[in-house]
């Protein structure tokens, strides 16, 4: 066991993960030794782990890390194995640690000659020493002869296009600025010559074929077959040596979903970290979903919770309006269930579609487990795309939903009775556990975030800031009996699972969100507005203006000045969005001309009377987005789990989704504020706060109890509080927060109180004291959240 791993309990205490700031490392902008340089500044906010985006070596100027090329070194780049551990001593001399983002499920290959895994493969295919590595489709019926199919052609006639590159130490295929191995003794002759004799065949991109299991539908990203474990050794060995050598406390994992056997991956992985190290994954649960509790977790990496906080403080009363809103603008409700039917629907089409090599190739796997020759591959793939569409989970393979996938075959069955005999196929396949089944979990995962996530998300406009990665926006808000509900199984069951409110893959930031959220409490208002802004600058699609005009709400500056970096920004997210849904333009049929009339809006709402508008609006807003941002800081941050703070997310943020979400932050800024409290927004004040709360009171989180906290008085209900501490009938931490303001601004608190504890306690924002039964008008005031800290509470 490393020193790492047995300081004592309590501030200081490295290896007990008690809080994490993620930072997402950049070559050209955030590097190991750029962390060092802010270990000071984290370690004042009260952080105890920096949790870094992945760190083994990614494509040449990747921004993310998730396209690893070679998972045995770490990235030169970020400064290699020796930035790594320089960072590590570093973080540990303050008494701090690193958890860091591992990516097992796929490397990229969008260059071969930086993979040289896969670089060997093209080369030799089946004959090389890596092939197993990757899950390759190399059966005869293929569709390409038995060779890897790679879409990379722009049409079929390209490959005339070919030529031998022969100007370095190899030749090399050549297909304008791409490069791709020649098998030794085959480079005679011209580039579609020399073509025909590889182990790859060069196919156009839209040709439905592929050649190998790819992340989702990115033809650049190839699955890794971590399932084996020659692969999972190869492929951990970095990470392996992170452990032995003490660098890390904690490994995040990104999508197990997308592996063969998740369970058996976790499994091994909690054998290479050992018993005590923090392990969280990113498992996107359904509505309902329950995290299986038998994988040997710490939890999830807190999409779960980022929907609570946010669907606690939209306001219910809100709902009928913005249907109606919804209905007249977008010519859609937007509801359940209107999202459940689109849902499907789809599911159905990305299935049939990106998806459909994946499909094939299932429906083969289906045929070779069962040996049925009675049902068509028609009927099959009917079959299987049928209940992958209904499924309400990303996959359903796990412990806790052994029912599901019956009862959704079920139904499948009842509804379209010709289908049963290939159902019962495809039960068959399940139920011998082979091939198929693997593969059916894997692209019902794929589906549901193509679908939902990639696509569904940005068509519903009823309330966007609903419409996160494992969000529900069909329940539109939640009461604080379910939100207090699901907090303290929290405590109970996962008491060390990650949360949090902004990630790398939001689509929007917190801060957005929460004032976008703000418009449920002001739904007459907002229609009002938006009737009058619709007829001053109508978007040139009614349904996409919708979603629009809330992202604009969401990040408008409140001094009204659109900045040239802020309008660029809207732009890129424009092109983004409407291109994710899908119904004017795509990625691989871009309408350019639709995008530059979205684009000629956005700057006529930016340049005009509209603009002005908005300013005024969201400055009615400030006071209640204000009271949300703090109210779900707050509460994230001293609630149960392991609370992330997302880069810079310390102060307001007005970050969408990514890359925009991955700019540099400026955190000399964040710096100085440490130095002046006095001018520190409020928002960085609960932070510094609640984190330092954590940090000194480690007993009272991680493991402690979460006891909800109730009011009594005219406005009870707008209070939602909870208490922290060792034991449930001994807090000693209450975390306060108002909710649903604007109808409390009309009302106020009146003779509404809470009965504190016993003791003497101390409010951690601003220094003032209570005890006994105090008025709300009193606490919440002038801040809408408070932190209260018994002092006679021994540390």
């Known amino acids: 066991m490393t020193d790492a791993r047995v300081r004592s309990a309590g501030a200081g205490n490295t290896g007990a993960v008690l809080s994490t700031y993620r930072l997402q490392l950049r070559g050209d902008a955030c590097t190991f030794d750029d962390a060092v340089t802010l270990l000071d500044y984290l370690d004042a906010l009260g952080v105890s782990h920096l949790y870094l985006s992945p760190v083994l070596t990614a494509t040449a100027g990747s921004t993310h890390g998730y396209d690893v090329v070679d998972p045995t070194t770490v990235s030169d780049a970020l400064g290699g194995r020796d930035g790594l551990e320089r960072l590590a001593r570093e973080a540990r001399s303050r008494g701090m640690g690193l958890v860091v983002d591992i990516v097992p499920n796929h490397v990229g290959v969008a260059d071969p000659r930086q993979n040289a895994w896969w670089w060997d493969v ?5 004959d090389s020493h890596h092939a197993s590595f990757f899950d390759l489709d190399l059966a005869d019926d293929n569709g390409a002869d038995g060779r890897i199919a790679l879409p990379v052609l722009g049409s079929e006639e390209d490959v005339r296009e070919l030529t031998v590159d022969r100007s370095g130490d190899e030749p090399m295929l050549a297909y304008y600025d791409k490069r791709f191995p020649v098998a030794p003794g085959t ?22 074929l592929i050649g190998y299991r790819r992340f989702f539908t990115v033809d650049d990203l190839a699955a890794v077959r971590v399932e084996d474990p020659a692969v999972f050794d190869a492929t951990h060995e970095q990470v392996g040596s992170w452990i032995t050598d003490g660098l890390v406390d904690g490994i995040r994992v990104d999508h197990p979903d997308g592996l063969a056997d998740p369970a058996g991956y976790l499994a091994r992985l909690r054998e290479l970290m050992g018993a005590d190290r923090w392990l969280v994954i990113e498992k996107i649960l359904g509505d309902g979903e329950p995290l299986d509790a038998t994988l040997p977790v710490d939890g999830t990496t807190g999409y779960d919770a980022l929907a609570e906080l946010s669907a606690v403080f939209v306001d219910p009363d809100g709902e009928a309006e913005l249907n109606a809103l919804s209905r007249i603008v ?25 998806l459909a090599p994946e499909v094939r190739r299932l429906v083969r796997a289906l045929r070779r487990d069962t040996g049925a020759t009675d049902c068509s591959d028609e009927e099959l793939r009917e ?3 049928g209940v992958a569409a209904r499924l309400p989970v990303y996959r359903a393979d796990y412990a806790p939903l052994s029912t599901l996938t019956p009862r959704v075959a079920g139904d499948l069955a009842r509804s379209i009775p010709s289908l049963s005999p290939a159902l019962t196929v495809f039960a068959r396949a399940m139920a011998v556990r082979g091939e198929a089944a693997v593969r059916f979990g894997q692209v019902c995962g794929a589906a549901t975030a193509k679908a939902v996530e990639d696509c569904l998300f940005y068509r519903a406009a009823r309330l966007i800031s609903l419409q996160e990665v494992g969000g529900n926006p069909g329940r539109f808000a939640i009461s604080p009996a379910e939100f207090h509900l699901a907090w303290t199984q929290r405590a109970r069951h996962w008491p060390r699972t990650m949360t949090t409110l902004s990630t790398h893959d939001t689509k929007r930031s917190e801060d957005v969100r929460a004032r976008i959220g703000v418009l449920s409490q002001v739904p007459e208002e907002w229609t009002r507005r938006l009737d009058g802004w619709n007829s001053a600058e109508p978007a040139p699609d009614p349904a996409i203006g919708l979603f629009l005009w809330q992202t604009l709400v969401g990040v408008w500056p409140l001094d009204g000045a659109v900045t040239g970096e802020l ?3 809207l732009h890129a997210y424009a092109r983004k969005a409407l291109r994710e849904n899908g119904t004017r333009t795509t990625w691989t049929e871009v309408d350019e001309e639709f995008e530059k009339a979205v684009a000629r809006w956005i700057d006529a709402v930016c340049d005009g009377p509209v603009g002005v508008e908005l300013t005024e609006f969201v400055r009615v807003l400030e006071p209640h987005t204000s009271a949300v941002s703090l109210g779900q800081k707050l509460l994230q941050l001293l609630g149960p789990g392991i609370p992330d703070v997302y880069q810079g997310t310390e102060l307001w943020d007005d970050s969408l989704v990514d890359p925009d979400n991955r700019r540099p932050v400026d955190f000399e800024a964040r710096r100085r504020l440490l130095d002046d409290p006095e001018a520190a927004p409020a928002k960085f004040t609960v932070v ?35 208490g922290r501490g060792p034991t449930p009938d001994d807090p000693d931490v209450l975390a306060l927060a108002s909710r649903r303001t604007v109808a409390l601004s009309r009302t106020g608190w009146r003779d509404t109180v ?4 016993e003791g003497r306690w101390s409010e951690a924002l601003t220094g003032r004291t209570f005890s006994g039964r105090v008025r709300l008008a009193e606490l919440l005031s002038p801040l809408p959240v408070a932190a209260l800290v018994r002092e006679d509470r021994a540390r």
């Not at 093209?122 to 089946?126: D, I, S």
């Not at 409700?333 to 089409?349: F, H």
């Not at 984190?691 to 989180?701: K, M, Q, T, V």
């Not at 809470?754 to 504890?757: E, G």
Request: no cysteine; aromatic share 8%.
């Open 122 to 126: 093209l080369k030799h295919g089946r």
């Open 187 to 208: 480079d005679e002759g011209t580039g579609e010559e020399v073509h025909a004799r590889q182990s790859y065949r060069l196919v156009a991109w839209n040709s439905g």
């Open 330 to 354: 977008a010519g859609v409700d937007g509801d359940a269930a209107w999202l459940e039917v689109r849902e499907r629907e789809l599911k159905r089409w990305v299935l049939e579609n990106g």
């Open 383 to 385: 079959a299987v795309i």
């Open 567 to 569: 309008r660029e920004r």
């Open 688 to 722: 510094r706060s609640a984190l330092r709360l954590r940090r000194e009171r480690p007993a009272s989180f991680v493991g402690g109890a979460y006891v909800p906290i109730l009011a009594s008085g005219p406005a009870a209900e707008h209070l939602l509080a909870f």
């Open 754 to 757: 809470v009965d504190l504890p």
